[in-house]
C-alpha cells in the first residue's frame, strides 16, 4: 500500500509561483512512476508530469513545459512541482499520483495506468 497526501495548493497571481508537495508513506520502490495529474472543473484529469522514483528523465505536458519542474527527494519520501508563471489557465485541482513499474511513452499520461492517487490540493491562478 502507498498513501500519498499533496500539499502547497492555493491562490496565487497569473505569472507568480507555486511548489506542490506529495508526502509519499508506505512502499517505494526505485521502480515506481510519480506524477502530477489535473484536474478543471468540467474537465477530464490530465498528465502534467512524471518522474521515476530512481531519478532520470521527467516528462511534461506541452501546456506546462518550461514553466513547471517534477522532482523527488528520496529521503524525505517526497515529490514536488514547482510551478513558475502561473496562468489562469492552470487553475484546477492537482493531484499526485503512483504506479508501481516503470512507464514510458504514452503509457505516462495515462491516468487509468496509476494505482494510486493523493487528495488533491486546490490551486487557483486569478488574472
Known amino acids: 500500500q502507498v498513501q500519498l497526501v499533496e500539499s502547497g495548493g492555493g491562490l496565487v497571481q497569473a505569472g507568480g509561483s507555486l511548489r506542490l508537495s506529495c508526502a509519499v508513506s508506505?512502499?517505494?520502490?526505485?521502480?515506481?512512476?510519480m506524477a502530477w495529474f489535473r484536474q478543471a472543473p468540467g474537465v477530464e484529469r490530465e498528465f502534467v508530469a512524471a518522474v521515476r522514483w530512481s531519478g532520470g528523465p521527467t516528462y511534461y505536458a506541452d501546456s506546462v513545459k518550461d514553466r513547471f519542474t517534477i522532482s523527488r527527494d528520496n529521503a524525505k519520501n517526497t515529490v514536488y512541482l514547482q510551478m513558475n508563471s502561473l496562468k489562469p489557465e492552470d487553475t484546477a485541482t492537482y493531484y499526485c499520483?503512483?504506479?508501481?513499474?516503470?512507464?514510458?511513452?504514452?503509457?505516462?499520461?495515462?491516468?487509468?495506468?496509476?494505482?494510486?492517487w493523493g487528495q488533491g490540493t486546490q490551486v487557483t491562478v486569478s488574472s
Open positions: 499520483a503512483v504506479v508501481r513499474r516503470v512507464l514510458g511513452g504514452q503509457a505516462l499520461e495515462s491516468r487509468n495506468e496509476y494505482d494510486y
Open positions: 508506505g512502499r517505494t520502490s526505485s521502480m515506481y512512476t
